[in-house]
Nanobody, 129 residues
């Protein structure tokens, strides 16, 4: 059973930076598509950044393109979300998710796309001065 634990959330100032980490245990992430999702109070969960199970292709929400970067560290069995120049509207609970064998990063980030995702517990990110 693959288990996911997020860390790195907290309070960050607009224009600062933050890096979220998702550490997997119980198996390798190598054959999984990976994604970061977020959910703000009163809003639905949405895909933020995803990477395919192979090939390294990525997909980003339009609102974060050019500011956020998803990456995979195979040796550490960890996925990261680098958040540069965060904005107040980025404030949300951020969740890591994985899906076995999914080749489309776009489908991974589409929350309504049917697949079996496993989720971490979430980490809160608050962007405020």
């Amino acid at each position: 059973q693959l288990q996911l634990v997020e860390s790195g959330g907290g309070l960050v100032q607009p224009g600062g930076s933050l890096r979220l980490s998702c550490l997997a245990s119980g198996g390798t992430l190598d054959d999984y598509a990976l994604g970061w999702f977020r959910q703000a109070p009163g809003k639905a969960r949405e895909g933020v950044a995803c990477i395919a199970s192979s090939g390294g292709r990525t997909s980003y929400a339009d609102s974060v393109k050019g500011r956020f970067t998803i990456s995979r560290d195979h040796a550490e069995n960890t996925v990261y979300l680098q958040m540069n120049s965060p904005k107040p509207e980025d404030t949300a609970n951020y969740y890591c998710a994985v899906a076995f064998g999914v080749l489309s990063s776009q489908n991974m980030c589409t929350i309504s796309s049917p697949m079996n995702r496993s989720w971490g517990q979430g980490t809160q990110v608050t962007v405020s001065s």
